[in-house]
């Protein structure tokens, strides 16, 4: 998928930061009709979301909050993303919420420019030579998923095609086998991580060796809190 490039998910950050500096990173961001967002059952729902929402997505809706369409527009993956993220348990909602710490060279960051969005979206101190923050996350096993988010995960499949239709043959799926992934995805992970305040649907494949592949699907959120 083209979203997955290097290219691409820098330009991301780059708007994704500045979105967050001049809104819920500085000052809380002013709702208004211009945001095209609705309330159900209590719960602020994107204008995207379905007419009839299903219990999951009106379960992650109570956690998530939508970006407004003029900093992240539409893409067929959001309500899947949605979705998927309310199969997860309460246990794994809660683990997803509890910031955890992170590190990493500061020399890898300086090398790919982004020293300024460590610091400024990720609040990343420096120790010794690393950068230490803290971001919310969870990555799931595919060959760990229950029915009910194997079946949500592989909802991501269609609604990638559908996204990638006329313009690639490049889908989610299709991006995975390329990337080294098994035929039954079982050294594949799914799951959601946190930029700055953002939500992100991640992917990585265990191609050998240790090594993990993997990158952004798509930032489809906000933290609700």
């Given at each position: 998928m083209m979203r997955i490039s290097r290219k691409t998910t820098l330009l991301a950050l780059v708007v994704l930061t500045l979105f967050l500096l001049n809104g819920c990173g500085g000052r809380k961001p002013q709702e208004s009709t211009a945001d095209n967002k609705r309330e159900t059952d209590g719960l602020l729902l994107p204008n995207w979301a379905p007419e009839n929402p299903s219990p999951e997505f009106l379960r992650a809706a109570k956690v998530l909050k939508p970006i407004p369409e003029e900093v992240m527009p539409y893409t067929p993956l959001f309500p899947a993303a949605y979705e998927f993220f309310g199969t997860l348990s309460d246990e794994q909602i809660a683990d997803f919420m509890k910031p955890k710490q992170q590190r990493t060279p500061i020399k890898t960051v300086a090398e790919r420019g982004m020293r300024d969005v460590y610091k400024e979206t990720f609040g990343a101190q420096e120790v010794g030579d690393e950068f230490v923050w803290e971001q919310n996350m969870i990555y799931l096993p595919v060959k760990s998923l229950t029915p009910a988010q194997r079946a949500a995960f592989e909802n991501l499949f269609v609604a990638?095609?559908?996204?990638?239709?006329?313009?690639?043959?490049?889908?989610?799926?299709?991006?995975?086998?390329?990337?080294?992934?098994?035929?039954?995805?079982?050294?594949?992970?799914?799951?959601?991580?946190?930029?700055?305040?953002?939500?992100?649907?991640?992917?990585?494949?265990?191609?050998?060796?240790?090594?993990?592949?993997?990158?952004?699907?798509?930032?489809?959120?906000?933290?609700?809190?």
């Amino acid at each position: 998928m083209m979203r997955i490039s290097r290219k691409t998910t820098l330009l991301a950050l780059v708007v994704l930061t500045l979105f967050l500096l001049n809104g819920c990173g500085g000052r809380k961001p002013q709702e208004s009709t211009a945001d095209n967002k609705r309330e159900t059952d209590g719960l602020l729902l994107p204008n995207w979301a379905p007419e009839n929402p299903s219990p999951e997505f009106l379960r992650a809706a109570k956690v998530l909050k939508p970006i407004p369409e003029e900093v992240m527009p539409y893409t067929p993956l959001f309500p899947a993303a949605y979705e998927f993220f309310g199969t997860l348990s309460d246990e794994q909602i809660a683990d997803f919420m509890k910031p955890k710490q992170q590190r990493t060279p500061i020399k890898t960051v300086a090398e790919r420019g982004m020293r300024d969005v460590y610091k400024e979206t990720f609040g990343a101190q420096e120790v010794g030579d690393e950068f230490v923050w803290e971001q919310n996350m969870i990555y799931l096993p595919v060959k760990s998923l229950t029915p009910a988010q194997r079946a949500a995960f592989e909802n991501l499949f269609v609604a990638s095609k559908e996204e990638v239709a006329g313009t690639s043959d490049d889908d989610l799926l299709v991006h995975l086998y390329k990337l080294g992934a098994e035929e039954d995805l079982s050294n594949v992970r799914i799951g959601f991580d946190t930029f700055g305040h953002m939500v992100r649907l991640m992917y990585f494949a265990n191609v050998g060796e240790g090594r993990d592949v993997g990158g952004d699907i798509c930032t489809f959120a906000q933290l609700s809190k």
